[in-house]
């Protein structure tokens, strides 16, 4: 059965720091991974997604995610964190030709000054 | 530019009434979903579609809640009747499937609350 494990359900850094995001997937057959933002009473909206091209997949407001078959990751990463980053973030995967999306239970990011 | 767009976006009701929550999918998308929300079990996948048939409703208590397209431009989640339990935020997305897997988009939710 396919499922995703977000690891830490709240995450805190400064302004300017780092910002990783871990998600652990499982998956008998090959995935297609997306990472989602969720600000305050607001939709989802796609951050980036992996389709089995670059294992490296560049997504929107800096942010990226690194495919790792062997650890069986996607994990978010974005170099700076801004204020703005602020928000929720569901990491979801999917398979075979269907889009139905399987949600990790998400991390919310607090980006203090 | 292109949405998801889900009625209303807010609703209080009494426990007991009926709940019809709408949905029109973006132009062209053939398969719609309905997430649920809650603080306690997250994003659930309540149902969905793929060229107006039902797939998949395993996540939805049939006893009450039912899912329905009447056409190609609108999605329905009606509860009957409603309990204080189905509080939550419903997600309608839609997305299209044509071989290749993509993402979904989503609207902005309806906020349930049963009083």
């Known amino acids: 059965a396919q499922s995703v494990t977000q690891l830490g359900s709240h995450v805190s850094v400064s302004e300017g720091a780092l910002v990783l995001l871990r998600c652990n997937y499982s998956?008998?057959?090959?995935?297609?991974l997306f990472w989602y933002v969720q600000y305050p009473n607001q939709g989802l909206q796609l951050l980036l997604k992996?389709?089995?091209?670059?294992?490296l997949v560049k997504g929107i407001n800096g942010f990226e995610a690194e495919f790792k078959k062997s650890e069986t990751s996607f994990h978010l990463t974005k170099p700076s964190a801004h204020m703005s980053d602020a928000a929720e973030y569901f990491c979801?995967?999917?398979?075979?030709?269907?889009?139905?999306?399987?949600f990790g239970a998400g991390t919310r990011l607090a980006v203090h000054p | 530019d292109a949405r998801v767009t889900q009625t209303p976006r807010h609703k209080v009701t009494e426990m007991g009434q009926e709940v019809t929550m709408r949905c029109q999918p973006i132009?062209?998308?053939?398969?719609v979903f309905w997430y649920r929300q809650t603080m306690m079990q997250g994003l659930e996948l309540l149902a969905y579609?793929?060229?107006?048939?039902?797939?998949?409703d395993s996540g939805m208590p049939k006893d009450r809640f039912s899912a329905e397209m009447p056409d190609a431009t609108l999605a329905t989640l009606k509860i009957q009747p409603s309990e204080p339990r189905d509080s939550a935020v419903y997600f309608c997305?839609?997305?299209?499937?044509?071989?290749?897997?993509?993402?979904?988009?989503f609207g902005q939710g309806t906020r349930l609350t049963v009083v």
């Open positions: 997305a839609s997305g299209f499937s044509g071989g290749t897997n993509t993402e979904a988009f």
């Open positions: 998956s008998s057959v090959p995935p297609y």
């Open positions: 992996y389709t089995s091209a670059a294992t």
């Open positions: 979801a995967v999917s398979f075979g030709g269907y889009n139905k999306l399987i």
């Open positions: 132009l062209g998308h053939n398969t």
């Open positions: 579609f793929r060229n107006r048939a039902p797939l998949d």
